[in-house]
């Protein structure tokens, strides 16, 4: 009785702890690591934008950083381009090349649309050698159409930035980001890319009917007008 009691007792205790994972699981603050964004459920929510779905990936296989050393940062240091920051010491030795990839899904809270993306990269050194990085972004619709292709190289310490126009704008948007460090002689790191989205609201079809049958109105009386004026 009293193993049974016990063994009841510790599946309940799990059962219990399972539950309390699961729960958790859904909006987190942030910074966090990209480790803990990957979990399935879990989003991070910046101005009215959530980011959610985040994969990553290296190879080869197993280099530094894996996701729990990289942190994902809210960006808001451009006005009107609210969104996300990965940062993590992206690393290539000498001789060797090194890709990281990442992915996550852009969906906007207020049923607004993304009509642009701004990148900008930054804390490159190549400790004097040739090293370099390059980093690639493709973003797509929900059914997979590419909507921006930016490419961008690295060579230099600084930043280097550009926008994007998304044509169609979206509501929600795919990013397939990718990081290709080059060891050059002495090899190279890379450490920041900042990511931010403007977006543009959509008139209510509410609104849109008032403004229509204001305009019918307005037309209407200039018509009773013209009479009495002549």
Same mark, same amino acid.
């Given at each position: 009785m009293t193993r049974r009691f016990v063994f009841g007792l510790a599946a309940g205790l799990l059962a219990l702890g399972l539950g309390s994972f699961e729960t958790r699981a859904g909006l987190i603050p942030l910074p966090s690591s990209?480790? @803990?964004?990957?979990?399935?459920g879990n989003f991070a929510d910046v101005a009215n934008l959530r980011f959610s779905d985040f994969t990553y990936s290296v190879s080869p296989i197993a280099t530094p950083p894996a996701a729990g050393g990289v942190t994902v940062n809210a960006f808001t240091s451009v006005p009107g381009e609210p969104g996300i920051s990965f940062n993590g010491a992206?690393?290539?030795?000498?001789? @060797?090349?090194?890709d990281y990839a990442i992915t996550y899904i852009v969906t906007t809270t207020d049923g607004s649309l993304i009509s642009d993306a701004y990148l900008s990269l930054s804390g490159f050194a190549n400790f004097g050698g040739d090293g370099r990085v390059a980093i690639g972004e493709t973003i797509?619709?929900?059914v997979g159409n590419v909507i921006s292709e930016v490419p961008f190289s690295v060579f230099t310490p600084g930043m280097t930035v550009d926008t994007t126009l998304l044509l169609p704008p979206q509501r929600t948007i795919v990013v397939h980001k990718d990081i290709t460090v080059f060891g050059g002689s002495e090899g190279a790191v890379f450490s920041f890319a900042n990511q931010g989205f403007s977006t543009t609201s959509v008139?209510?079809? +509410?609104?849109?009917?008032?403004?229509?049958?204001?305009?019918? +109105?307005?037309l209407a009386a200039r018509r009773r007008l013209r009479p009495a004026s002549a």
């Open positions: 990209l480790a @803990t964004l990957e979990v399935a992206f690393f290539a030795a000498a001789n @060797t090349i090194v797509y619709d929900t008139p209510e079809p +509410g609104s849109m009917a008032l403004l229509g049958i204001g305009l019918i +109105g307005l």
